[in-house]
């Protein structure tokens, strides 16, 4: 009789254990009851209240820049030197050279500035990229006109690009030294020219 009532009391007793663990289980509680910005899969989120990601900012319009050309320009003496400037979103904005080793403003937009009546400004309008370029031209070039110019365009703060020329003179070339060279004027009436 002995295990007849033992049986059920250890039934009671593992109902009671099994009993009593359902009852302290709880679920964990969330740190943050409300949905985070990132919880796409909750519906109680309105999509028209997420940030959007505007690629092509139309309120700012854009600024003049300098585009990429060649800053170093050779001549001999005698040529015509051009010094190239291309500028890109230029608009109401206005494009002065200068000669950056005495600052001699040489040139606002078209109109020429310098008493030297050998310098000039030749625009090309370049509608393809939005650009045109304002080349400072110097006819009949020397050697007092080596040096750094700049291009400048009036923004706030101003940008400028500089530009440098170098004039070269080839009878006073290295080859000048050479006894295997010599520099002839005019050409002999033979048409041969001796070279050594």
């Known amino acids: 009789m002995k295990m ?6 250890s039934l009671l007793l593992l109902l009671m254990l099994l009993n009593t663990s359902m009852v302290n289980a ?3 509680a969330k740190g943050n009851p409300e949905p985070g910005p990132w919880d796409w899969q909750n519906e109680q989120n309105d999509p028209s209240s997420y940030a959007v990601f505007n690629p092509y900012p139309v ?9 990429k050309i060649n ?5 001999v003496v005698g040529e015509t030197a051009f010094l190239p400037c291309r500028v890109k979103n230029l608009d109401e904005y206005t494009v002065s050279w200068i000669r950056a080793d005495d600052v001699t403003v040489l040139s606002v937009g078209h109109l020429a500035f310098s008493s030297d009546a050998r310098i000039s400004v030749v625009q090309v309008s370049r509608p393809r990229l ?10 009949n070039a020397s050697l007092v006109d080596d040096g750094m110019y700049e291009c400048q365009v009036n923004t706030n703060p101003k940008i400028n690009y500089k530009v440098h ?5 080839p009878s006073k070339a290295a080859q000048a030294d050479s006894p295997y060279y010599d520099v002839v004027e005019r050409a002999p009436a033979s048409g041969f020219e ?3």
Not at 71 to 75: D, G, T
Not at 130 to 139: F, G, P, T, V
């Open 4 to 9: 007849k009532t033992s049986l059920p009391i």
């Open 26 to 28: 709880k679920p964990k």
């Open 59 to 67: 309120s700012k319009p854009e600024q003049p820049e300098f585009m």
């Open 71 to 75: 800053r170093n320009i050779s001549a």
């Open 130 to 139: 939005s650009a045109s370029d304002w080349n400072l031209s110097i006819e």
């Open 165 to 169: 020329l170098k004039v070269t003179d």
């Open 194 to 196: 001796q070279t050594h």
